[in-house]
């Protein structure tokens, strides 16, 4: 086995840890109504209190690359996240991630916009979440190595 190969092996093993963790921030959060879904709705969330959020996740499926409107939202919002040290990562499965989050619908039966999720933290205390931290970790280690918007696959499950 190479070392080339070796790392691959790490990078996929660790990859699979980290969207585990992040399916598991994202169920916390969801219990915890912690979560702000949408484009418009998050960057609302983010102009009001940006101090209170703690993750923001863009999703997109391939038909998603195409949409200019939708890449320009995403540009603003990661520079947003950048300017105020806010984790950024993206996800390449919306359908896993309304899996996720409870079906990806309203309550009238209106499909929610899951291209932007926040995740914020509760007021009333401190969250300390080991899988909030993998992903925090992850992020700040992809932000070393100069991947300012780390990208996570959600398998499906």
């Known amino acids: 086995m190479t070392f080339e190969e070796l790392n691959g092996d790490c990078s996929v093993e660790r990859m699979d840890s980290v969207s585990k963790a992040l399916e598991e921030v994202l169920s916390a959060a969801l219990l915890q109504g912690c979560i702000t879904v949408g484009v418009y709705e998050t960057a609302k969330s983010l102009n009001v ?17 195409k949409d200019v409107a939708l890449q320009i939202h995403f540009t603003l919002i990661q520079a947003f996240c950048c300017e105020n040290d ?7 499965n919306t359908r ?34 080991q899988a909030l931290w ?7 280690e992809s932000r070393c190595m100069d991947q300012w918007v780390p990208i996570i696959n959600l398998p499906e499950r």
């Open 49 to 65: 209190d940006p101090d209170n959020v703690v993750l923001c996740i863009l999703a997109t499926d391939g038909e998603d690359v």
């Open 86 to 92: 806010i984790d950024i990562l993206r996800v390449n």
């Open 96 to 129: 896993r991630l309304a899996e996720i989050l409870g079906g990806g619908s309203k309550p009238g039966g209106e499909q929610m916009d899951l291209h932007c999720v926040l995740v914020t933290s509760p007021r009333a205390s401190t969250w300390k979440n």
């Open 134 to 140: 993998k992903v925090n970790h992850f992020c700040h």
